[in-house]
């Protein structure tokens, strides 16, 4: 369901504004945290679907992150460790980290 909630939002992100956060890429606003920018983008500029997110443990559907994770929070108290994120580098990416672990 993260990885969803990422990949949904992804296209909104502009690029951080000198230090005060991140810029939508669908309005002038500006959020210092990632996740709240996250939650902007999924509540003001996303189409809502009500079975975006899917609760494992019973039928609980919902079209916001942040209205799941506090919902599967409180059905799983002590949920399993976070499922990492690994974003796909592109190969000139690759190359120029190959270049700067070459040149120290």
């Not at 669908?26 to 679907?49: L, S």
């Not at 059905?75 to 190959?98: F, G, M, T």
Request: a neutral charge.
């Amino acid at each position: 369901n993260r990885a969803r909630h990422i990949e949904l939002t992804k296209p909104f992100f502009k690029s951080q504004v000198r230090g005060e956060g991140w810029l939508c890429t669908a309005c002038p606003d500006i959020y210092k945290k990632t996740d709240r920018f996250r939650g902007h983008v999924e509540m003001n500029h996303i189409p809502d679907d009500p079975t975006r997110y899917a609760c494992p443990q019973c039928s609980y559907t919902t079209g916001q992150f942040n209205t799941y994770r506090n919902h599967h929070h409180i059905r799983n108290p002590n949920p399993e460790p976070k499922e990492q994120i690994v974003e796909e580098k592109s190969a000139e990416d690759l190359e120029a980290e190959s270049v700067l672990m070459q040149a120290n």
